[in-house]
């Protein structure tokens, strides 16, 4: 397992801008997918975003494909997600996780990912309207 530590979250108007991190410790981060995932107050966690172990593939749920990018930098430790355009609906708190499963969980069935090994305390993201 690796340790995870998210950081950026804040207060802004819809249609802003936010980029959240998520920094890693130990050797296995950078062997590791990195997904982000986000809960509102009353509802189930979802997917967000995902970025394979080398950064070089990214993956994204339908709701925030165009808005949102993440990226990874082996050399830092660091996952990122720039999320561009943001509305309402996207107020919660967003977690990062790490896994070695966590690629083929994201693809085939993300309802699996309260499975997954690592887990960040998450940051708060509030968009208001």
């Known amino acids: 397992q690796v340790q995870l530590v998210e950081s950026g979250g804040g207060l802004v108007q819809a249609g802003g801008s936010l980029r959240l991190s998520c920094a890693g410790s130990g050797r296995s981060f950078s062997n590791y997918a990195v997904g982000w995932f986000r809960q509102a107050p009353g509802k189930e966690r979802e997917f967000v975003a995902a970025v394979s172990w080398s950064g070089h593939t990214p993956h994204y749920a339908d709701s925030v494909k165009g808005r949102f990018n993440i990226s990874k930098d082996n050399a830092k430790n660091t996952v990122y997600l720039q999320m561009n355009n943001l509305q309402p609906e996207d107020t919660a708190v967003y977690y990062c996780?790490?896994?070695?499963?966590?690629?083929?969980?994201?693809?085939?069935?993300?309802?699996?990912?309260?499975?997954?090994?690592?887990w960040g305390q998450g940051t708060q993201v509030t968009v208001s309207s």
């Open positions: 996780a790490a896994d070695p499963r966590l690629w083929a969980i994201v693809n085939d069935d993300p309802d699996r990912a309260p499975i997954l090994g690592s």
